[in-house]
C-alpha cells in the first residue's frame, strides 16, 4: 500500500470512526490544514518579493490603519 493510499484509508477511518477517534484527530487536523494555508500565504509574500510585485496597500493605507487601530481610546 503506497503513500497516497495508507492517507486515503486514514481520512477515512478517522471520517466513519467512532466518535472518539474523530475527537482525537480533528483538533490534529485543523493544525496540519492551518500550517499548510500559514506556509501557502508566506510562500505567496516571499515570491510577491523576489519577483519586485507591488505591494497589496500602499504604505500610508497601512500607517492609517495603524494609527486608527492603536490610536484609538477604546480599550477592552
Do not use: C, Q
Request: net charge positive.
Amino acid at each position: 500500500m503506497g503513500f497516497r493510499e495508507s492517507w486515503i484509508n486514514l481520512l477515512h477511518r478517522a471520517a466513519t470512526g467512532t466518535k472518539k477517534t474523530r475527537t482525537l484527530l480533528t483538533p490534529i487536523g485543523v493544525t496540519i490544514f492551518g500550517a499548510f494555508t500559514a506556509l501557502f500565504v508566506l510562500a505567496a509574500f516571499i515570491v510577491d518579493r523576489l519577483l519586485h510585485l507591488p505591494r497589496l496597500l500602499p504604505p500610508v493605507v497601512g500607517t492609517l490603519i495603524r494609527i486608527k487601530k492603536y490610536g484609538s481610546k477604546d480599550e477592552a
